[in-house]
C-alpha cells in the first residue's frame, strides 16, 4: 500500500508539473530553461528531477502506461480499504496521460505552446 500511495503522489506531482509547465508555455516561456530554472528552487522535487533524465523521449511512452495501471492499483486499493479516492485517482491519471505531451515538449526546439 506504501509503494501505491508513493507512486500516487509522484502522479499528483506530475500532474501539477504538467498544469504550471502548459500555463509557463502560453505564457510564453520557455519550459525547457523554466524546469532547469525550477529545479534550483523551492520548487524542485524528484517528480520534476526525474524529467528528461529517467522520464525522457525514450522511456515516456512505457512510463505513462506503467504509472496509470499503479493509479488504477491505487484505486482499488483505496477501495478495498474502504476509502473513496476517486478525486485523487483522477489527478493522478490526469499526470501519467499528459506524460508523454510534457516530455515531448521539453524536447522540441523551441517550446509552443500546449495544444
Known sequence: MAKLVNNALLMLNQAAIADV?????L?????SHLVDVL???SA????????????NPDTVDHLAQVEALDMHLFDRAMRDAGVSAGPTTERGLSGAQRLS???GHLNSPRAQPYP
Open 101 to 103: 505531451s510534457v516530455i
Open 21 to 25: 509547465l502548459e500555463l509557463a508555455a
Open 27 to 31: 505564457a510564453g516561456l520557455d519550459t
Open 44 to 55: 524542485d522535487s524528484r517528480a520534476l528531477q526525474l524529467m528528461n533524465t529517467m522520464i
Open 39 to 41: 529545479r534550483l528552487g
